[in-house]
């Protein structure tokens, strides 16, 4: 392999290096089309509202995310759609997503799991811990087929949902990425009475809702 940085007499193109610094500089510029000020309206104040077309580079795989879910580029498009128990921020933290807050036993085997209260599906059903008990019972079930299905299901021992809105997990023994394994990518919420229809038209509580797919061409959401 040549170094990218050396350029015989016979090379016309530009270096790796002068590509990438050309190219960070039109992303860069690209992106601040897309920060807050340059969404503001003539009055100076934010425009809410439209819609956003974005092109990839492939297509979702299928609806259902509990099927060998995170693929790429499915996990990316339908991610919208979802949110999960936990979620990951930009410093790779884990932090609250419909779950709140939870709290972890002194010898790291049991999980409680406050739910947020007030969360509905986008058929207007309101959210409860035994939605979520439903959903981490689906991707447990080996006719799933779900990819987190060979990550948690060897460590989880038990669920209850002790109140409305709390979710009580015991692992058979310590496991430190299973905050993880519940985030959006992996693990998303769907209302279980639509688990049937699902790959018809996924029912969840993202901040984006199914309206159509076509494969292969366009999903809008």
């Known amino acids: 392999m040549s170094d990218g940085n050396n350029r015989g007499p016979e090379d016309k193109g530009i270096t790796r290096r002068e590509f990438m610094t050309t190219t960070a500089g039109a992303v860069a510029g690209s992106y601040l089309g897309l920060m807050p000020g340059g969404a503001l309206g003539k009055s100076g104040k934010p425009k ?76 207007g059903k309101t959210m409860t811990a035994k939605d979520v008990k439903a959903n981490i019972e689906r991707v447990l079930n080996p006719k799933q087929g779900a990819t987190v299905r060979s990550q948690i299901g060897p460590v989880i021992d038990s669920m209850d949902t002790p109140g409305k809105y709390q979710l009580k997990i015991q692992l058979k023994k310590i496991f430190a990425p299973f905050l993880v394994q519940l985030t959006n990518r ?36």
């Open 48 to 123: 809410y509202g439209g819609s956003i077309k974005i092109a990839t580079r492939g297509d979702s795989s299928r609806l259902d995310p509990h099927w060998s879910f995170p693929p790429y580029p499915t996990s990316h498009s339908l991610a919208l759609l979802y949110n999960g128990l936990t979620e990951i921020n930009y410093n790779t933290d884990i932090v609250p997503g419909l779950a709140e807050s939870w709290e972890v036993s002194k010898d790291g085997k049991t999980y409680l799991f406050n739910i947020r209260k007030g969360v509905t599906f986008h058929n």
């Open 186 to 221: 992996w693990l998303p919420i769907l209302d279980p009475d639509t688990f049937d229809t699902v790959n018809e038209k996924p029912i969840a509580t993202g901040p984006f809702k199914y309206v159509s797919w076509k494969r292969l061409d366009t999903t809008v959401m």
